[in-house]
């Protein structure tokens, strides 16, 4: 797998995850208050994600030839939280301890407390604003700060990265558009494993080439890596599954 596609893969996948629960809200939005003021809540929390990257990205191009060792561990370690947190969710819903995400009820619930807060302005709707800019907002920044540790390789790589989130961006709101209705054919959980395992392994890594550990295998010591977090995940899977109660699994899927 080439540096390139080491970070658009998995920026790719997390946004599309990430922009899809996103896409919920703002559809609930859009179909209870109109969609003038929620369009423009997108386009203002896409400006502030940018306005992110760009500030936080520029100084990771231009001083990337000056990283020292305790960078690649401080980044390693970013990487391993961020991988392991979505791992851990993804295993516990896949065992049944969590509900699966839901983005119809999802839809449902968001629709419902719109409805609540009575009807839209003729003009300017905040409410609609805020919704939406909040959504896109607080569902980019964990893709942002995925985006920016995965283009801290250096290189294209965070070209790459902001490449493959914008790429998510448009083929989440081209289905969104076309369907008009919530993406819940999406298999987010699935996408979550996969994320989380992937940024795992470069957690591990690159922490590891910050401590100078020499992979004796170079980067074909990712797929041992990304084997082994899978192996362990799919066992703690089945682990986990076996000593929850039945009763717990299926309140989960309920809730």
């Known amino acids: 797998m080439s540096g390139l596609m080491i970070a658009a893969l ?9 922009w899809t629960e996103a896409f919920t809200i703002v559809l609930a939005v859009g179909n209870t208050r ?21 500030v936080f990205g520029t100084p990771l191009v231009i001083f990337h030839d000056q990283v020292t060792q305790t960078f690649h561990i401080v980044i390693g370690i970013v990487l391993l939280l961020f ?9 516990l819903r896949f065992a049944g301890i969590i509900a699966i995400h839901d983005e119809e009820l999802i839809y449902q619930r968001e629709v419902a407390e719109l409805r609540a807060r009575g009807l839209r302005p ?3 709707d905040q409410i609609g604003f805020w919704f939406s800019y909040k959504a896109v907002l607080l569902e980019g920044l964990e893709v942002a700060f ?28 081209g289905a969104g558009a ?9 298999p987010e959980n699935f996408m979550k494993f996969v994320v989380g395992a992937m940024l795992t392994t470069f957690g591990i890594f690159w922490g590891s080439e910050g ?11 990712l797929l ?8 362990t995940s799919f066992i703690g899977v089945r682990m986990l599954a076996a000593i929850a109660p039945q009763g717990a699994r299926v309140a989960a899927r309920n809730i």
């Open 224 to 231: 041992v890596i990304l084997a082994g977090v899978c192996v």
């Open 178 to 186: 076309a369907l008009h209705k919530p993406l819940a054919f999406v």
């Open 34 to 54: 109109g969609w003038r003021s929620p369009i423009w809540g997108v386009v203002g929390g896409l400006a502030t994600l940018g306005i992110i990257v760009g």
């Open 146 to 173: 995925i985006v920016l540790a995965l283009g801290a390789q250096g290189g294209s790589a965070l070209q790459a990265a902001v490449l493959g989130a914008l790429a998510a961006f448009i083929v989440v709101l």
């Open 122 to 124: 003729r003009a300017w």
């Open 10 to 18: 998995p920026a790719f996948l997390a946004s599309v995850v990430e």
């Open 83 to 91: 991988g392991m947190r979505w791992l851990r969710k993804a295993i």
């Open 211 to 221: 401590l100078l550990i020499n992979w004796r295998l170079g980067d074909a010591m």
